[in-house]
């Protein structure tokens, strides 16, 4: 697993004058079942988020509304993805550091989970990361 697994899915968009609509299916347009839902708002400017990596958990993080930056580090290189469409996710796989900032207001941070919630899952020390992803943890 690693950075380059991480990728935008284009999400399918049912274009109508009334409105769009995109929809999700675990295990069809994302490649895990999703377990858990939960978002992200009101996040005031200048704030970031994230500072943490998972060792089974993956995740698909849209924007829903608004705008922010996704960052992923998998020790060795980091990689800035901008989410402002809400049928754009982006895939992360387990073992990456994420960071988020640069929200614009209103945003929406909508992310879909493999896992339900479990504290044991996280590493929350970027030097534990380090130490972990180079099989020292």
């Known amino acids: 697993m690693g950075l380059e697994q991480a ?13 769009n ?12 079942e999703i377990k858990r839902v939960y978002y992200l708002y009101d996040v005031p400017g200048g704030e970031s988020r994230g500072g943490h990596a998972h060792y089974k958990l993956e ?5 829903a509304s608004g705008s922010f930056d996704m960052i992923l580090d998998d020790g060795k290189q980091k990689q800035r993805f901008h989410l402002n469409r809400s049928y754009y996710g ?3 796989p387990k073992m990456l550091w994420r960071e988020m900032d640069n929200f614009s207001s209103s945003s929406v941070c ?9 504290e044991s899952d996280y590493i929350r020390n970027y030097d534990e990361f380090i130490r972990v992803v180079n099989g020292h943890g």
């Open 59 to 63: 995740q698909l993080v849209i924007a």
């Open 21 to 32: 609509l995109t929809f999700i299916e675990g295990q069809k347009h994302i490649p895990f």
């Open 110 to 118: 909508l992310v879909l989970a493999s896992m339900m919630y479990d």
């Open 90 to 92: 982006l895939y992360i």
């Open 7 to 19: 990728r935008i899915i284009n999400l399918p968009k049912i274009g109508d004058p009334r409105g």
